[in-house]
């Protein structure tokens, strides 16, 4: 990661060091986890006093905010670009796309779940708008994708939403702390769910693509 100048003084000169936080809190967050990131951590990677980031991210919630609208952006991508090479796709290949697409984005399963908790609801009205517009419209492109695909928009939006949700509480299961994992280690029959993400995960969209596409025939 380039470090930005000590002061910036031009537009240019804060894009670079907006970019630069942003990428110190994606780091910090891909090797500790999101609980972990903050704000003292990110400045010191960048090499700014704690004080300096708040000309650009009011709080440590806005930071990690704008990481997640990223986030939505990126999965967009990956799940449009996965059903565009796939030809008649049946369920379990719909879920199969929708799982690799969540699984190449750790760092946003992760976030999914603080922006829940905490991060939309402690940051300014404008900024929660913001990303609920980023959100919604990624959200919308989706759901398109998928009818293209062969779901009806209901279907489509039920898959999504349960992809969200799984995906988001998968993945902490997913990375368990290290007194998790002696445990698993003593007892591997408890760490058999947990430590599968892809695998359950497409496990529960395959269930999930089969019940709306047999309520789309029955409508």
Sequence with gaps: MSQPRKRARSPQDKQLRTAALLDAARELAMEEGVREVTLAAVTARVGLHPS???????????????????????WRDHLIDGLGDARDPD??????????????????????????????????????????????????AMTEALVGAGLDSQGAQVLL????????????????????????EEEPRWAHDALRFREQLTALLTAVALGVGKQQHVR
């Design 91 to 140: 369920a379990a290949r719909i879920a199969d796309i929708v799982s690799a697409s969540l699984e190449e984005l750790p760092l946003f399963c992760d976030l999914l779940t603080h922006v829940v908790l905490s991060l939309e609801g402690a940051v300014r009205l404008e900024r929660a708008r913001a990303y609920k517009l980023a959100a919604t419209e990624a959200y919308d």
């Design 52 to 74: 300096a980031v708040r000309r650009y991210f009011e709080s440590r919630e806005e930071l990690l905010l704008e990481l997640a609208e990223q986030g939505w952006a990126d």
């Design 161 to 184: 939403t349960s992809a969200m949700s799984c995906s988001a509480y998968l993945f902490q299961l997913s990375r368990p702390t290290a007194t998790l994992r002696r445990l698993y």
